[in-house]
T-cell receptor
Framework: DGGITQSPKYLFRKEGQNVTLSCEQNLNHDAMYWYRQDPGQGLRLIYYSQIVNDFQKGDIAEGYSVSREKKESFPLTVTSAQKNPTAFYLC??????????????FGPGTRLTVL | DAKTTQPTSMDCAEGRAANLPCNHSTISGNEYVYWYRQIHSQGPQYIIHGLKNNETNEMASLIITEDRKSSTLILPHATLRDTAVYYCIVRAVSGNTPLVFGKGTRLSVIA
């Protein structure tokens, strides 16, 4: 099946530990995105990448880092510098083509709880 | 910041049409209106998008006013499975600029 995989669905970490969230897609999409969602709120953009080996900060990049070494993978690291890391994290991807709308497909999300 | 305004919540009886409004008074000429929905604890799902003409697909219809300052998403026969948060988003058509989400409208379909 084609799609976006995020693992694990639930993740628990102790305060002060870095944690890496996985996002893999087999849709051959060029662009990938990371969003964060807090209870009762909309999604906020953390980072996005339009091509391999390139990425841009979103609105709330502080305390996070990403890499894009492969087209199909866009892991997000939540560092100890992130003050309130407990949240629902969503990864998305879209095909890159100029001049037309490219639907964003979302993964199932990872719920991170920092104890 | 999101460029759209939506009611916080709405109720709809099962089997009836659900009409979800959205205001986007500052929309630019090159921006489309998109609708996504998010069922609890899942990733958002694309529903429909449009520029200035009304659009219809298997999920919903999108009615955009002539001045493009507002739109309405219509679910013609709402079911319990349509209970979700619905997001109205404006975005330029070209490239892959990320979506900017507001808080959306929480639609509750009631049996």
């Amino acid at each position: 099946d084609g799609g976006i995989t995020q693992s694990p669905k639930y993740l628990f970490r102790k305060e002060g530990q870095n944690v890496t969230l996985s996002c893999e897609q087999n849709l051959n999409h060029d662009a990938m995105y990371w969003y964060r969602q807090d209870p009762g709120q909309g999604l906020r953009l953390i980072y996005y990448s339009q091509i391999v080996n390139d990425f841009q900060k979103g609105d709330i990049a502080e305390g996070y880092s990403v890499s894009r070494e492969k087209k199909e993978s866009f892991p997000l690291t939540v560092t100890s510098a992130q003050k309130n890391p407990t949240a629902f994290y969503l990864c998305a991807s879209s095909i890159q083509s100029g001049g037309s709308y490219n639907e964003q497909f979302f993964g199932p999300g990872t719920r991170l709880t920092v104890l | 910041d999101a460029k759209t305004t939506q009611p916080t919540s709405m109720d709809c009886a099962e089997g009836r049409a659900a009409n979800l409004p959205c205001n986007h008074s500052t929309i630019s000429g090159n921006e489309y209106v998109y609708w996504y929905r998010q069922i609890h604890s899942q990733g958002p799902q694309y529903i429909i998008h449009g520029l200035k003409n009304n659009e219809t697909n298997e999920m919903a219809s999108l009615i955009i006013t002539e001045d493009r300052k507002s739109s309405t998403l219509i679910l013609p026969h709402a079911t319990l499975r349509d209970t979700a948060v619905y997001y109205c988003i404006v975005r330029a058509v070209s490239g892959n600029t990320p979506l900017v989400f507001g808080k959306g409208t929480r639609l509750s379909v009631i049996a």
